[in-house]
T-cell receptor, first 113, second 115 residues
Framework: AQKVTQAQTEISVVEKEDVTLDCVYE???????LFWYKQPPSGELVFLIRRNSFDEQNEISGRYSWNFQKSTSSFNFTITASQVVDSAVYFCALRTNAGKSTFGDGTTLTVKP | DAGVIQSPRHEVTEMGQEVTLRCKPI?????LFWYRQTMMRGLELLIY????????DSGMPEDRFSAKMPNASFSTLKIQPSEPRDSAVYFCASSPPGPYTGELFFGEGSRLTVL
């Protein structure tokens, strides 16, 4: 069985602050895939980033960056210089090689002007 | 290209009625997922299919729920009889075939209210 835990239920920051969203996962699979999705107030779910379990290289994409640490089963996501439009619910997800995709409970991010 | 298409977008029904939610995945995608989102339970995986075959239905809450995928371009989620606790947003998502296990593409959701 797999599990994704997002301990932060809500985070509030002021515009231009950096913010990190935490994600811890559990799985018995040796190959798996980790994702972050965004759900803005309009309700749709949008893919943001993906990382494979066999690639621990951390990356930066624009204002987004992520820190994958297999040793601690964590896949944290950072938004640099946050903007009001970043206000949304962010979900971390784990997908197994069999295809099953499990989501965390989400972190509600509010960016105040 | 069209994304995942769900219908209806909104459904209001009375307790005891049958509800059918529909989903058309993105052409060429061979995985299809049904999720339910509520404030209390978050985003729950109900069932997923690969090549039209149900792979894992362990998230289906009870026998009142059933899902089918008769062909690669259509799936239904049926609730019979519906109850007020079934009120939620139901999302359908699809993803492409390998070689890697990719991201899910979500529909806009079907908001169900059972009175």
């Amino acid at each position: 069985a797999q599990k994704v835990t997002q301990a932060q239920t809500e985070i509030s920051v002021v515009e231009k602050e950096d913010v990190t969203l935490d994600c811890v996962y559990e799985t018995r699979d040796t190959t798996y895939y980790l994702f972050w999705y965004k759900q803005p107030p309009s309700g749709e779910l949008v893919f943001l980033i993906r990382r494979n379990s066999f690639d621990e290289q951390n990356e930066i994409s624009g204002r987004y960056s992520w820190n994958f640490q297999k040793s601690t089963s964590s896949f944290n996501f950072t938004i640099t210089a946050s903007q009001v439009v970043d206000s949304a619910v962010y979900f971390c997800a784990l997908r197994t090689n069999a295809g099953k995709s499990t989501f965390g409970d989400g972190t509600t991010l509010t960016v105040k002007p | 290209d069209a994304g995942v298409i769900q219908s209806p977008r909104h459904e209001v029904t009375e307790m005891g009625q049958e509800v059918t939610l529909r989903c058309k995945p993105i052409s060429g995608h061979d995985y299809l997922f049904w999720y339910r989102q509520t404030m209390m339970r978050g985003l729950e995986l109900l069932i997923y299919f690969n090549n039209n075959v149900p792979i894992d239905d362990s998230g289906m809450p009870e026998d009142r729920f059933s899902a089918k995928m008769p062909n690669a371009s259509f799936s239904t989620l049926k609730i019979q009889p519906s109850e007020p606790r079934d009120s939620a947003v139901y999302f359908c998502a699809s993803s492409p075939p390998g070689p890697y296990t990719g991201e899910l593409f979500f529909g806009e959701g079907s908001r169900l209210t059972v009175l």
